[in-house]
Every structure is written in structure tokens, then in C-alpha cells.
């Protein structure tokens, strides 16, 4: 069946850099562009990242501009974020999406403190 996994989120202090990686199975991950959102408590869910089915195109929240890298590996059907320069207002649960088809991983939380 259609699946998103990801992995990878934990406690990390400020400052500090965290990979997360979605694994899509159940569908052709090479022909569809993928997102990273995030929801904080009490917050909507927000989008922080999208790559383009070929990985040539990205765009990012202005908020995490110049510290998140969204990528692919679409030999592995896995998308990647890497946040560096943490801060706590990056306290979050992460998705990962498929959005043309309004699919979503289960999440996976971050939190930035001390």
C-alpha cells in the first residue's frame, strides 16, 4: 500500500542539526514532487519545504531559508531534510507529504531546547 515513513527526528539544542527522511513505498516516488511541513502545539500546520519530482526545483519557508536543505534520492524513494543552526521555534511534529495526492507520513518530532 501507499506509505510514507519517516525517521530521524529527536531532542537537539539550539544551535544544533538533525536529518530527517521520509521513505515512500507503494507508488512511482520518482514521478511526483514531495514536501516537509510542520505543526507546532497549538499552531496549523505549516509548509517548510518542497522539491520537485526530479529534485532541479526547491523552495522553502522563509523562516527556515539558509538553514533547512530539502533533497531526494530517488534511487532510494527517500526524501530528505536537513535542518542545521536549530532553534527552538523549530520545536515541531514534521511530515512528509506527496502533494499532488494528499498523502502523509505519520511524523516524526523535533524538538529544540536547552
Known amino acids: 500500500q501507499v506509505q510514507l515513513v519517516e525517521s530521524g527526528g529527536g531532542l537537539v539544542q539550539p544551535g544544533g542539526s538533525l536529518r530527517l527522511s521520509c521513505v515512500a513505498s507503494?507508488?512511482?516516488?520518482?514521478?511526483?514532487?514531495m514536501s516537509w511541513y510542520r505543526q507546532a502545539p497549538g499552531k496549523e500546520r505549516e509548509l517548510v519545504a518542497f522539491?520537485?519530482?526530479?529534485?532541479?526545483?526547491?523552495n522553502y519557508a522563509d523562516s527556515v531559508k539558509g538553514r533547512f536543505t530539502i533533497s531526494r534520492d530517488n534511487a532510494k524513494n527517500t526524501v530528505y531534510l536537513q535542518m542545521n543552526s536549530l532553534k527552538p521555534e523549530d520545536t515541531a511534529v514534521y511530515y512528509c507529504?506527496?502533494?499532488?495526492?494528499?498523502?502523509w507520513g505519520q511524523g516524526t518530532q523535533v524538538t529544540v531546547s536547552s
Open positions: 507529504k506527496v502533494p499532488s495526492r494528499g498523502i
Open positions: 507503494g507508488f512511482t516516488f520518482s514521478n511526483y514532487a
Open positions: 522539491i520537485s519530482s526530479s529534485g532541479a526545483g526547491t
